[in-house]
């Protein structure tokens, strides 16, 4: 039983080699991020003159939710390689990233929920610049929404804080 019981539990810790492609795979989303943000400045960059401050400042602030979520992607591909698949080795004198190496599942999981309370409240400001075009109901629900994510941020600092003690 014991030979069988050592099999499987190193079948089990190989398996986490098959997160490696799902980290790959946001390598390619954040490529494709990328076009996007470009392909927004190439369009409005002919714009630019003709539009006035208030179009200037949403397109700003799309341009800054896709940095954004290009950040929390790389923090979610790389840390959770380190974490759930193997170690990252940068050899001396190349540049590391500061936290790479020091977010547990626990921190990346905060860090996670912090990035999408940002990128929340960017797209919750671009709504509310625009909000002379927009149903008061939906507002409403835009900040619903917006609160569930603050509050869920919230409960998930205050249980890992708990889970310190």
Do not use: C
């Not at 700003?60 to 290009?70: F, R, Y």
């Not at 990233?97 to 990035?115: F, H, M, N």
């Not at 940002?118 to 929404?145: G, T």
Request: aromatic content about 10%; charged content about 20%; glycine content about 4%.
């Amino acid at each position: 039983m014991n030979v069988i019981e050592a099999k499987l539990e190193k079948a089990l810790y190989a398996s986490r080699w098959l997160l490696a492609p799902l980290y790959i795979g946001l390598s390619l989303a954040l490529i494709l991020l990328s076009i996007k943000f470009f392909q927004e400045v190439f369009h409005f960059f002919p714009l630019i003159l003709a539009s006035n401050e208030s179009q200037l400042v949403l397109v700003i602030l799309s341009m800054v939710d896709m940095a954004l979520v290009g950040g929390l992607i790389v923090m979610v591909m790389l840390s959770g390689y380190e974490n759930f698949v193997s170690r990252i080795d940068i050899e001396e004198g190349e540049e590391k990233l500061s936290w790479l190496g020091k977010l547990d599942s626990g921190s990346l999981k905060q860090k996670v929920a912090a990035s999408i309370v940002a990128i929340s409240s960017i797209h919750l400001l671009q709504k509310f610049m625009d909000a002379e075009q927009i149903d008061n109901e939906k507002l409403m629900w835009f900040v619903i929404i917006h609160m569930t994510f603050v509050l869920s941020a919230i409960g998930m600092a205050w249980v890992d804080k708990m889970n310190q003690r």
